[in-house]
């Protein structure tokens, strides 16, 4: 899929955000390894840990409905009311460990949407280097 669509699709997501906190508004869109999309928002919460962000809500619902290969995530977050280009939205380290869960970091991207036409592209392994993932305690013997 082109990552213009995956581009498009993130900063769409924006629209279901539910930030009433922080008021910045973040939407995702996540592709499968067979070509399937999954979007996701940032979702808050009144005591603020409980707060999802956009990207983990996309893994969450692919993954809980059984998609386990995935190719890249589209991200594109900014204030409530902020225009198109969008200042970049890069992830946090929670959500960096969560794609480290299900993602390969020598191939997985990670496109920070500032517009339809303007993105930058990294490799997980770019954004997460060193990262700790399942192949470690595969490594170590694995007890499951
Ligand atoms: N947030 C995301 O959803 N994704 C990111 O990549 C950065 C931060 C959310 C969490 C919170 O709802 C708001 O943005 C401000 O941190």
């Known amino acids: 899929m082109d990552r213009k669509i995956l581009a498009r699709k993130a ?4 629209k279901f955000s539910y930030a009433p906190y922080s008021g910045f508004r973040v939407g995702a869109a996540l592709l499968t390894a067979d070509g399937k999309l999954y979007t ?13 962000c956009a990207e983990r809500t996309a893994f969450f619902k692919a993954v809980s409905e059984g998609e386990r290969n995935f190719q ?5 977050g900014g204030p409530e009311g902020a225009k198109e ?4 939205c890069s992830p946090c ?7 480290m869960e299900f ?8 496109i920070l949407v500032r517009s339809e036409e303007e ?23 694995d007890r499951r």
Do not use: H, W
């Open 11 to 14: 900063l769409d997501m924006r």
């Open 40 to 52: 996701g928002c940032n979702i808050e919460n009144a005591a603020y840990t409980p707060t999802n």
């Open 72 to 76: 890249a995530i589209a991200i594109a």
């Open 85 to 88: 280009p969008l200042e970049l």
């Open 93 to 99: 380290g929670v959500c960096r460990q969560v794609m």
């Open 103 to 110: 993602c390969d970091p020598e191939t997985f991207e990670v």
């Open 119 to 141: 993105y930058q592209v990294y490799l997980l392994k770019e954004l997460f280097p060193q990262g700790f993932g399942p192949g470690n305690l595969k490594e170590s013997g």
